[in-house]
């Protein structure tokens, strides 16, 4: 079994390796019937063989024996047929002994005919491994020789290429039609990788595929489970965003009301230090559900001026004080779902302007994507810390300043957003300082 699996390499896939099964046992049953026919042709054409011989050579002794001395070398000559030669004279040393692997056709010919057993009956093959014509003598009552020689070979094992080829025709259509047969009995399995791909997934992309109960027992079996797994993990899905957005609700309105009360300080500095912890609770609360989806479903791609988008994006956080600027082309109609960008985009900006002073938001559009980048001018990130990052809930306290609200999620959430929208981000450190955090959309085969 284990030489098996290794001749049935891993990468052939589950109906590669049925096929190649069914491959390996067809050559091997049709190898052992092949040989264990032509044995048995074998066996029969020599008993067939070893009966013509024991009839010629008993007729052919009577005759010879029966002849005078010069008229048997014209006799042995009369008896010479297409399938035996004959020949005798008084000269012709006895032929030589048995021939072991001739010894089982030497018994049916005696079998056959018992008068031959007092004629000291020899048989041989010519050139033995090579040839199987068989040649011998037998000797006559007055002790001469009668000598023989078939003139056709016996039948051997005929392993031709050709014949091995049209033997296998037959094989070839039966593994064809058996591998239609197991593709279409793992087709749900195909049907069950395509929706457990998409478990998961954000967007129209991630809906729930439920897949036909059909097939074998234990792939039925398999598939029931996944729609069941899938129905469950769908259903806490929702029942957390419903909780999510009900639990959003239920703080932001206390923490209205606490803004509202803290307006009402007297205290200057007491008022400021409250307005900033409830601005970083506010803050906490939308990065977290924005992280975990509890704003509501997720919106179909819209046409947009992704460059119009950008720009507004860089001035907003201009108006707000900051040193952040635009540059690309003024305008650049992209589709994509505007809401999940615009949140990435804020969030590259407010944490580039929370470890630099200056900011630039770039657009530029290439053959096969659209790259939105963000700029800066700050320390940058140590190289073996850029994928962690990425990582929900991570904050590189030595890497950057310890002045950010929220609980890290900033990055996560660009992450997602363009996944969404099947594109790739990345950080990497600019060779002139900096960071830069670059957005790459991919543009639809249609343009």
Not at 239 to 252: F, K, N, P, Q, Y
Not at 327 to 356: C, M, Q, T, W
């Amino acid at each position: 079994m284990t030489r098996l699996a290794r001749f049935v390499r891993p990468s052939f896939g589950l109906l590669g390796r049925i096929v190649a099964i069914l491959l390996l046992t067809t050559v091997l049953e049709f190898g052992v019937s092949t040989l264990l026919y032509e044995r048995a042709s074998q066996f029969s054409v020599r008993d067939d063989e070893a009966r013509r011989l024991a009839e010629h050579l008993v007729i052919a002794r009577r005759l010879v024996a029966e002849s005078p001395p010069e008229r048997r070398e014209a006799m042995a000559d009369e008896l010479t047929t297409d399938r035996y030669e004959m020949e005798w004279s008084p000269e012709l040393p006895p032929p030589p002994p048995l021939s072991p692997s001739l010894d089982g056709m030497r018994k049916q010919v005696l079998d056959w005919e018992p008068v031959l057993r007092n004629s000291d009956l020899r048989l041989r093959l010519t050139s033995p491994g090579r040839s199987s014509v068989v040649t011998g003598g037998l000797q006559l009552p007055d002790g001469s020789w009668l000598h023989f020689r078939t003139l056709e070979s016996l039948r051997t094992l005929n392993l031709a290429p050709e014949r091995v080829l049209l033997a296998l025709i037959p094989a070839i259509a039966l593994i064809v039609i058996g591998g239609l047969l197991v593709r279409r009995t793992l087709s749900p399995m195909r049907q069950l990788a395509t929706a457990a791909d998409r478990v998961g997934r954000s967007g129209p992309e991630g809906a729930p595929i439920t897949v036909s109960e059909v097939g074998p027992g234990e792939v039925r079996r398999v598939v029931a489970a996944f729609n069941r797994m899938q129905d469950r993990i769908h259903r806490l899905i929702d029942e957390r965003t419903r909780a999510l957005v009900a639990v959003g609700h239920d703080l932001r309105t206390p923490l209205a009301r606490l803004r509202l009360r803290t307006e009402r300080v007297a205290d200057d500095e007491l008022r400021e230090t409250l307005d900033a912890d409830l601005t970083e609770m506010e803050a906490m609360i939308a990065s977290l559900l924005a992280f975990l989806g509890g704003e509501g479903e997720a919106e179909q791609p819209v046409l947009v001026d992704l460059a119009v988008l950008a720009a507004t994006v860089a001035d907003d956080a201009a108006d707000l004080g900051g040193n952040v600027t635009y540059a690309g082309p003024d305008h650049l109609d992209f589709r994509l779902r505007p809401p999940g960008i615009k949140r990435a985009l804020v969030n590259l900006v407010e944490n580039a302007l929370h470890h630099a002073d200056t900011v630039c938001v770039r657009l530029a559009a290439q053959s096969d994507a659209v790259v939105l980048s963000v700029e800066d001018d700050g320390p940058g990130i140590p190289e073996e810390s850029l994928p962690l990052v990425l990582e929900p809930f991570v904050r590189l306290d030595t890497a950057r300043r310890r002045d950010t609200i929220g609980f890290g999620l900033g990055l996560s959430i660009v992450v997602r957003a363009v996944e969404a929208e099947g594109g790739r981000f990345r950080l990497y450190n600019r060779g002139t300082g900096g960071l830069c955090a670059e957005i790459r959309l991919p543009v639809p085969a249609a343009g």
